[in-house]
């Protein structure tokens, strides 16, 4: 069995930074990509980043563009996201993810096989 489990959440205000991380534990596996998606409280969880191993490239929404960036090794299955300048709009669940099975659009999460339980971000005005 493969856990992905997250870390780093927590309470911040507007304009502070958080670096959340993600390890797989478990069962071995092998991944082409690794993701972050947020869930806030009300509303459809949505993508927030990704990065695909085999070209190192990276993707993220609009609205967290220039504030935060992912990282991390695919051999370990590890992922980080390093977010500065929170709003208080960023605040949600934030899951990581882990894609496996190809399918090749790091950005949809119905393509992704493993998940973590999620971190909580919260960022106060």
């Known amino acids: 069995q493969v856990q992905l489990v997250e870390s780093g959440g927590g309470l911040v205000q507007a304009g502070s930074s958080l670096r959340l991380s993600c390890t797989a534990s478990?069962?071995?596996?092998?991944?082409?990509?690794m993701a972050w998606f947020r869930q806030a409280p009300g509303k459809e969880r949505e993508f927030v980043a990704a990065?695909?191993?085999?070209?190192?490239?990276?993707y993220y929404t609009n609205s967290v563009k220039g504030r935060f960036t992912i990282s991390g090794d695919g051999a370990k299955n590890t992922v980080t996201l390093q977010m500065i300048s929170l709003r208080p709009e960023d605040t949600a669940v934030y899951y990581c993810a882990a894609e496996s099975d190809y399918y090749g659009d790091p950005t949809y999460d119905g393509g992704m096989d493993y998940w973590g339980k999620g971190t909580l971000v919260v960022v106060s005005s």
């Open positions: 990065i695909t191993w085999s070209s190192g490239s990276t």
């Open positions: 478990g069962r071995t596996f092998s991944s082409y990509s």
